[in-house]
């Protein structure tokens, strides 16, 4: 036997009615809330609305409804006023409210309960109500925000042949989601969407794209804007997403066309990065770097899901030709100095003091300890960053190749390799260097 939902509800009879109430009793509820205005005209005005023209029904209905499916979602306290007028239609008009959601609906229906039409006059919902409501079933990062703006419905359309079809509208305005805990928020939030449906709503398409903004998004480590997306979504109600793009750090970051599964929420990101400024996101490249000045461009997979989280999948990352990078190492002592001589040793070290005497100083030990400790940047000629999840010959999962060389002029020290791999999982990528058991060698 399929699962089905049970929703708890009652019937109160309608002022000056001598009939008594009706308890609660369990029924199926397969339709969104809006639609079960009709149940109640089945039920209510079958038998009653083929008979002649002119006013023979009046009546309202009221009771309380609870989806026992979704224990998050709040009670809602829904009315059913229902009248046969002169034009042979029974008239019915649906109210239904709850904490941070207000729906009112219209529908006209012939004697046949066949064809007719209906009207979504008004539906709107509170986000600051439903996304604490709402944060556990999609993501334990949503646990504790907050949110702001206005979430409204409108729609109309026909009923053919006892089936519902028609369009409906949906905009969220001057919206805001905020979580302080976390120190994150995302604001001037704006979304509009443009859809039909037929055969009782089993059916949906867009009309136009779904369009989502984001003016800022403000994080601990990292800040953004302009976020765009524009989706459709297909008969099964799949979002398939035709552009999702941002700005960040002076430069783009721009996902290829993808599919959304709702059920359960999941990503796959093939994402585009164009001329990211460096100095913005440090904290991107390696541990080692106390400054970072240019840009870089290449590409790179993600993938998220509730279950696994955020997983970092294979990429690469290049300079920027047009514009000089300058690297500034964070204070390292023996970094660079420990692999080369202070002095030549041009004497036998038997000889002893003779022999320290006679040893020249090394004219580029000085020259690299100012490099090591941060003194004296470096500007680089190449950049190059392959990730490899599944890991390179050497086990690597992720490897950053630098050729740099002084930005003074006049010092004795050439071009300078830095190699650096890191061996397990790509989400410590983000963090590279002396950190999380990578290793740096020197060229």
């Not at 997306?229 to 960040?248: F, G, N, Q, W």
């Amino acid at each position: 036997m399929p699962e089905v939902d049970l929703c708890a509800w009652g019937l109160a009879a309608a002022p000056g009615s001598p009939k008594p109430s009706v308890g609660p009793r369990p029924m199926r509820f397969y339709r969104p809330v809006f639609f079960f205005a009709l149940c109640g005209l089945l039920a209510c005005a079958s038998a009653r609305a083929q008979q002649p023209v002119g006013p023979k029904l009046s009546g309202e209905i009221i009771g309380n409804l609870k989806v026992l499916k979704f224990p998050w979602a709040p009670d809602l306290v829904w009315r059913i006023q229902v009248t046969s007028m002169s034009d042979a239609r029974l008239h019915l008009q649906f109210f239904a409210d709850a904490p941070g959601a207000l729906i009112h609906l219209r529908v006209a229906i012939d004697p046949g309960l066949d064809s007719g039409a209906w009207t979504l006059c008004e539906g709107r919902f509170d986000p600051a109500i439903w996304l604490p409501r709402l944060a556990p079933q999609l993501s334990p990062v949503l646990a504790g925000a907050v949110a702001e703006g206005v979430l409204e419905l409108r729609g109309d359309g026909v009923i053919r042949g006892g089936q519902l079809e028609g369009r409906v509208t949906l905009e969220w305005r001057r919206g805001a989601v905020r979580h302080a805990a976390q120190a994150w928020a995302l604001e001037d939030i704006a979304l509009a969407g443009d859809f039909i449906f037929g055969q009782n709503a089993a059916q949906w398409s867009s009309v136009s794209p779904l369009r989502l903004t984001i003016g800022s998004i403000t994080t601990g480590r990292f800040g953004a804007r302009n976020f765009l997306v524009r989706a459709r979504m297909d008969e099964r109600l799949l979002p398939l997403i035709e552009e999702a793009r941002l700005e960040i750090a002076g430069g783009e970051i721009e996902a290829a066309p993808f599919t959304l599964p709702l059920s359960p929420p999941a990503l796959q990101l093939a994402l585009e990065i164009r001329r990211i400024g460096l100095a913005d996101v440090v904290a991107l490249v390696p541990t080692g770097l106390a400054e970072a000045q240019g840009r870089v461009r290449g590409a790179l997979q993600l993938a998220w899901s509730k279950a696994l989280g955020l997983q970092i999948g294979a990429g690469r990352l290049e300079l920027v030709p047009d514009e000089p990078m300058v690297l500034r190492l964070a204070p390292a002592p023996g970094l660079l100095s420990a692999s080369v001589p202070k002095r030549f040793a041009l004497l036998p070290a038997w000889l002893g003091p003779l022999a320290r005497w006679a040893a020249p100083l090394n004219p580029g030990y000085a020259d690299l300890v100012a490099i090591e400790l941060g003194r004296t940047a470096l500007k680089v000629e190449s950049l190059e960053v392959r990730l490899t999840p599944e890991g390179d010959a050497k086990g690597q999962t992720a490897r950053v190749l630098i050729q740099a060389r002084p930005a003074l002029d006049g010092t004795s020290v050439g071009p300078v390799g830095f190699e650096v791999g890191v061996k397990g999982p790509l989400a410590y990528v983000l963090r590279l260097g002396a950190e999380n058991g990578s290793t740096l060698s020197l060229r």
